[in-house]
């Protein structure tokens, strides 16, 4: 299948992923691009990530001389070192898997080398674009990537699952964005549908754990909890708790029209940046990341499941971590969507 695509449309969004780098190399040739390739965007999702925040926290977007994205790379060698993941701060009682999953022995060793590895890409950063870094901004570069590309895959999941919401915040964008070039602020702050699609999202598949220590003793719903006990506050529970939701387990953006509900911790139905003095500082950095990618990945494409495939053959698994992704990765049919048409 071929279509005719303004470059300078394509360039706009892709610019940072893989998708893009095929499609702007057979551009060079021909304005006439094959559109038959089925992406998984949590990989462009992972990588646009990276870049953002190695723009804001290192102050550019770095990219090695053999055109490889070392930002990405911490993220996914990161990710992979601290994926030695700590279940005894997590689950107490389950802290003999540490044992098993070599955490312990492996501590020490992964703090050092992510610690060489940080030295290393700051080091490199600063002789291309001078000395703006600080090992502060590790939390804001953790932070920032594996959440928001594991709400933004959730969301394209349930997206791809429920066609007619897909459909309706499609129509939005494309309305509220009409033929401009280029997906501005003001157009984001118009799209009240794709927020309400991507609080659902949020909130039925919160990529965060939260706990707590309890300071003092004491007794909830009839069990005993004694001071300092390391407690879970399970938000996919809270989500799925019909007391609270209609059609709770359901992915029903419309609840959020016009509802005064949101998620910046005063609400303790929907809690997936945590709340009180540790509640995550990124809210704003990261839904205006959220919004903004999936307002471009809804504008430019239409999806499409792999042939054969349909919403019913999706996998919702999840897998248990530190960022909590889809166990089998999304993967979909992107048809550039013509603006003229
Ligand atoms: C969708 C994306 C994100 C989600 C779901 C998320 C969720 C969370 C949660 C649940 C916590 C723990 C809060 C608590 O214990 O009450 C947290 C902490 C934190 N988050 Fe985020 N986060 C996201 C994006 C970001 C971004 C983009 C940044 C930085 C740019 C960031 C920086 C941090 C930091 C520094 C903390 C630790 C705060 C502290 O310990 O005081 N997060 N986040």
Redesign the pocket.
């Known amino acids: 299948m071929t279509l005719k695509v303004s470059q300078k449309r394509v360039d706009i969004w892709l610019q940072n992923g893989e998708y893009a780098a095929s499609t702007r190399a057979k551009k060079r040739t021909s304005t006439v691009v094959p559109i038959s390739s089925i992406v998984a965007p949590v990989s462009l999702v992972l990588r646009h990530g990276g870049n953002v925040?190695s723009r804001c926290a290192l102050g550019g977007k770095y990219t090695r001389e053999d055109g490889r994205e070392s930002f990405g790379e911490l993220a996914r060698r990161a990710i992979k070192l601290i994926g030695a993941f700590n279940f005894q701060d997590v689950v107490p009682y389950l802290g003999w898997i540490n044992i098993l999953t070599g955490f312990n022995a492996r501590l020490g060793e992964t703090v050092k080398a992510f610690d060489i590895l940080l030295d290393e890409v700051i080091e490199e950063h600063e002789q291309k674009i001078g000395d703006q870094s600080d090992k502060k901004d590790l939390?804001?570069f953790l932070?920032?990537t594996d959440?928001?590309a594991s709400?933004m895959e959730w969301a394209m999941t349930e997206l791809a699952k429920n066609p007619s919401v897909m459909k309706k915040a499609q129509e939005e964008a494309r309305r509220v964005v009409g033929n401009k070039p280029k997906i501005d602020e003001a157009d984001i702050a118009q799209m009240e549908y794709l927020k309400c699609v991507n609080n659902e999202s949020?909130i039925l598949h919160?990529?965060?754990l939260?706990?707590r220590k309890s300071t003092t003793a004491t007794k909830l719903e009839g069990y005993d909890i004694p001071a300092k006990t390391r407690v879970l506050i399970n938000v996919w529970a809270i989500k799925r708790d019909p007391r609270l939701w209609e059609r709770s387990e359901e992915f029903v953006p419309e609840r959020f029209v016009n509802n005064p509900v949101d998620f910046k911790g005063h609400h303790n139905q929907i809690i997936?940046?945590?709340?009180?003095s540790?509640?995550?500082?990124?809210i704003i950095?990261?839904m205006a990341e959220?919004d903004y990618v999936l307002a471009n990945l809804l504008y430019w494409f239409d999806w499409n499941l792999p042939p054969g495939q349909t919403g019913k053959d999706l996998d919702l698994s999840d897998i248990f971590g530190p960022v909590i992704h889809k166990k089998v990765p999304l993967r979909l049919v992107p048809v550039i969507h013509s603006c003229s048409s």
């Open positions: 925040i939390d804001m932070g920032g959440n928001s709400v949020l919160a990529p965060v939260i706990t997936p940046f945590g709340e009180g540790r509640a995550c500082p990124g950095f990261a959220i």
